[in-house]
């Protein structure tokens, strides 16, 4: 309980007029002072009594009952939706200012929020989390302050209790892949999905031909069978092994926006294991770094919860990342042929390494390198040179650069697979790879 400004406001006004009677006592007959003092205790004592009925009120009475609606899980970044709903149990208007408890690593947008609620009515308020970091969060309770009958008083309360609710990578472009994709719009996301009908790997079915199948798709038996032209239609072959090696070392914790490229490397690691597994290939999972765990190739679009819950509560370390050892890890738990792909944040100085990782790996694997470019040193790069301090700048990450692309190079003519881009570009640059290699038939 505390009191409100209202109340304040009414002693700081009795106050003023008690000085001010002080203050015109030379002045004033006896007589009229007294019975202006007289009203004045009068006043005051009446104040009190109802500042005190308004209190007790106030306090016995529950005027409020709260209700929340929460996602089972939230995208980190993103904005997502709950529900608030209050309603006012009294036949009184109700005051309030609601909010909601959080942690620091969690913003709400649209509150705290001032309500008025007219007798019995229900208001429904739709706030926005936006977390900031992936793992478990708390929403430790809806904080309410309540305003008694008469505003002279304001309570505050604490409703519901603590509920923990998981943070996972932005899924989102999953959502709309799948939204799009279902139209055949999935171009929109940047993913190209134009497929040649018919000419994929895999036999799937025979149907009756249509106008642009070639030859060699025609199944001259069926068609002598039905006395009508037959083409046999196939698909991308499946069933193959996709295998991701994630960095979650100190190179991963540098930021591009809000995320670090950690979180941009799970974003990218989900969109293109959700593809692969519409696909009808199997996804695996390495991490290496300071956590070394390991996730065995699972198939179908089920078992992205699977995966996902896997690394919602990962996150990037100080320790230094090692190629070698993830490489050496990788090929004593899976010899299957596969695709390899490392996501990671190369530089020049992992030249040895890299190839070294790359020379072991390509010996049974398909090996891709996805990495992710750093915004700042293209930011750099850009900069106008004005003094002596941007001059040292300028050369620095140009010579950053230089090494690193040379490293990537070195790469590309040993054999490997690289893919470069921005952090919040990679999942589009990565999910249209995979494609590009699923129907070129390399895997």
């Not at 991490?287 to 990037?316: A, C, R």
């Not at 750099?380 to 050369?395: H, I, N, R, W």
């Amino acid at each position: 309980m505390r009191p409100t400004k209202k109340l304040l406001y009414l002693l700081l006004a009795g106050w003023v007029v008690a000085l001010l009677l002080g203050g015109l006592t030379a002045y004033s007959v006896a007589g009229s002072l007294e019975q202006a003092t007289s009203g004045w205790w009068w006043l005051m004592a009446v104040l009190l009594v109802v500042g005190a009925i308004d209190a007790l009120v106030l306090r016995k009475t529950q005027p409020l009952d709260v209700e929340r609606e929460l996602p089972q899980g939230l995208a980190v970044g993103t904005r997502n939706e709950f529900t608030l709903r209050l309603s006012n149990l009294t036949l009184n208007t109700v005051n309030l200012r609601v909010t909601e408890l959080t942690q620091d690593d969690m913003q709400i947008e649209g509150l705290p929020l001032a309500l008025t609620l007219a007798p019995e009515e229900t208001v429904e308020v739709k706030p926005h989390a936006y977390p900031l970091r992936r793992g478990d969060t708390n929403f430790s309770g809806v904080d309410v302050l309540i305003e008694s009958r008469w505003g002279l008083w304001a309570r505050r309360e604490t409703f519901l209790e603590a509920v923990v609710v998981k943070v996972f990578p932005n899924f989102t472009a999953i959502s709309n892949f799948e939204l799009l994709a279902h139209g055949q719009q999935a171009g929109q996301l940047g993913i190209h999905l134009n497929q040649r009908r018919g000419e994929g790997l895999d036999f799937h079915q025979l149907r009756e031909y249509r106008p642009g199948d070639s030859l060699r798709q025609v199944d001259w038996k069926a068609t002598s069978r039905t006395h009508k032209p037959i083409s046999r239609e196939f698909q991308d072959e499946r069933d193959q092994d996709i295998i991701f090696l994630l960095d979650n070392g100190r190179r991963m914790r540098a930021k591009d926006g809000e995320l670090s490229h950690f979180d941009h490397c799970l974003n990218a690691f989900l969109l293109t294991a959700y593809v692969a597994l519409r696909q009808g290939d199997a996804v695996g999972l390495q991490i290496f770094g300071s956590d070394q765990k390991w996730v065995n190739p699972v198939k179908g679009k089920n078992n992205l919860n699977t995966l996902l819950h896997q690394v919602y509560d990962l996150h990037s370390s100080v320790a230094t990342s090692d190629y070698l050892s993830a490489a050496q890890n990788l090929m004593d738990k899976h010899r299957k042929r596969s695709l390899i792909i490392i996501v990671s944040n190369v530089n020049g100085q992992d030249n040895e390494d890299l190839l070294s990782a790359y020379a072991l790996l390509s010996r049974n694997h398909l090996v891709m390198f996805a990495c992710l470019r750093e915004y700042v040193i293209d930011q750099q790069l850009e900069t106008p040179v004005k003094d002596f301090m941007g001059a040292l700048s300028y050369s620095s990450a140009l010579d950053f650069q230089l090494k690193r692309q040379a490293s990537l190079k070195r790469l590309v003519s040993s054999g490997a697979i690289v893919l470069d881009d921005m952090p919040s570009q990679l999942h589009i640059a990565l999910v249209n790879k995979y494609l590009e290699l699923k129907r070129s038939g390399r895997i």
